[in-house]
């Protein structure tokens, strides 16, 4: 737990609530969290899926590891330390996401386990829908993919901390959904993840 800094902060509560936002936009947020080693897929599924729930006219946001790591988080980055804070800054924005009704797709490594324990807990918290999906590809598939060239340079010393590699990678014990992109196409891996959701309430008139 992340200890609180600033003095003298109190939440402040509006007069418009969950539920309001959720009726507004016809479905409730929820946070999808998808973890698998770097070229597993975890981006891959999120963007197709991101496009179906869009044609079925459910509002969603995607949050990518790349992405945020050029903007709010590009003062982290890949030690240990470092990836705990990435992740936990990361819980808190698709926390407000999902507060706003939004169906966050959020696509990390996110090599630790108790990191995407503290990002469910902070959602369960506050009464909010945690999906964790676990992208499971194996390592060699992951790196015979390469498509950035990262396991490459990874291997020649050239990244640090890279997971896989020189860093572990703590594989979900109990995901609510697991996507084995080595074996399904993307079509199966999306119509998994929206059977979830559907048997979830998550797809749904309010």
């Known amino acids: 737990m992340t200890e609180q800094i600033a003095t003298?902060?109190?939440?402040?509560?509006?007069?418009?609530?969950?539920?309001?936002?959720?009726?507004?936009?016809?479905?409730?947020?929820?946070?999808?969290?998808?973890?698998?080693?770097?070229?597993?897929g975890k981006s891959t599924v999120a963007v197709a899926l991101e496009n179906e729930l869009l044609k079925r006219g459910r509002l969603t946001y995607r949050l990518d590891g790349d992405n945020i790591r050029l903007g709010i988080n590009k003062n982290l980055g890949f030690?240990?330390?470092?990836?705990?804070?990435?992740?936990?800054?990361?819980g808190e924005i698709a926390k407000l996401f999902t507060d706003a009704g939004v169906i966050?797709?959020?696509?990390?490594?996110?090599?630790?386990?108790?990191?995407?324990?503290?990002?469910?807990?902070?959602h369960a918290d506050s009464g909010m829908d945690f999906i964790e999906i676990y992208v499971d590809c194996p390592l060699e598939e992951a790196e015979k993919?390469?498509?950035?060239?990262?396991?490459?340079?990874?291997?020649?010393?050239q990244i640090k901390n890279f997971t896989g590699i020189d860093d572990p990678y703590e594989a979900?014990?109990?995901?609510?959904?697991?996507?084995k992109t080595a074996e399904m196409t993307l079509q199966q891996e999306v119509d998994a993840v929206i059977a979830l959701m559907v048997k979830r309430g998550l797809i749904l008139d309010i």
């Not at 509560?13 to 539920?19: D, F, K, M, W, Y």
């Open 172 to 179: 979900p014990e109990a995901p609510e959904l697991v996507l």
């Open 8 to 40: 003298n902060v109190h939440w402040h509560h509006g007069e418009i609530s969950r539920a309001d936002r959720y009726r507004v936009l016809g479905q409730k947020g929820a946070t999808l969290w998808f973890t698998g080693f770097s070229g597993s």
């Open 104 to 122: 966050a797709l959020s696509s990390f490594i996110s090599p630790y386990r108790a990191d995407r324990d503290a990002v469910r807990t902070l």
């Open 145 to 157: 993919r390469d498509p950035k060239g990262l396991y490459k340079k990874a291997r020649a010393g």
């Open 79 to 90: 030690t240990a330390a470092d990836r705990t804070e990435n992740i936990r800054r990361i």
